[in-house]
T-cell receptor
């Protein structure tokens, strides 16, 4: 399995500001994803973080609002830009394709709980 | 596109058996997953089915019928700690997991 850490674990931010969330994995992985989970809801995929190229965004999510970086096989960042209260959510990093592992599951980080005032 | 349906809430008694159903429509199919999520925590993997049939893992079993686009998660000998949300998710082709809305299970004494 993979151990995934996220920073920060939680934050309270003012409207109009931006927050960058970091995701660190303890082993090299092929795929890294970012999900959002709004209060009482299930997980919605924001984008796939691609190493060395632009992220692949799902319908309803755009790069200007959620810029993503993936400089190597173990690290990614998600920025929530120009925040509004509607962005209050839990943001989860997820990975699969562990190098040398036959495991098929996607693993999830502990999440970053964001509150926008 | 992908569409995944599961009941919103279920209640069951401690020691009983509960079955949580999931139906899906996807373009491409590379496996169906069940995750458990306790409030305030990240989802944790429970089971994976890619072929038709039943996969058993302790108190939990998961069933898949690809022709019917149907799966269920069976929980036996329910314990209070099984109170959680259960998320059905489908992997289509080379795409990441897409989740259903989740089923909130309450186990009562």
């Amino acid at each position: 399995s993979a151990v995934i850490s996220q920073k920060p674990s939680r934050d309270i931010c003012q409207r109009g500001t931006s927050l960058t969330i970091q995701c660190q994995v303890d082993s090299q992985v092929t795929m890294m994803f970012w999900y959002r989970q709004q209060p009482g809801q299930s997980l919605t995929l924001i984008a796939t973080a691609n190493q060395g190229s632009e992220a692949t965004y799902e319908s309803g999510f755009v790069i200007d609002k959620f810029p993503i970086s993936r400089p190597n096989l173990t690290f990614s960042t998600l920025t929530v830009s120009n925040m509004s209260p509607e962005d209050s959510s839990i943001y989860l990093c997820s990975v699969d394709g562990l190098a040398g592992s036959p495991e098929v599951e996607q693993f999830f980080g502990p999440g970053t709980r964001l509150t926008v005032l | 596109g992908q569409n995944i349906d599961q009941p919103t809430e279920m209640t069951a008694t401690e020691g009983a058996i509960v079955q949580i159903n999931c139906t899906y429509q996807t373009s491409g199919f590379n496996g169906l997953f069940w995750y458990q999520q306790h409030a305030g925590e990240a989802p944790t993997f429970l089971s994976y089915n890619v072929l038709d049939g039943l996969e058993e893992k302790g108190r939990f079993s998961s069933f898949l019928s690809r022709s019917k686009g149907y799966s269920y998660l069976l929980l036996k000998e329910l314990q209070m700690k099984d109170s959680a949300s259960y998320l059905c998710a489908v992997k289509g082709g080379n795409t990441p997991l897409v989740f259903g809305k989740g089923t909130r299970l309450s186990v009562i004494a």
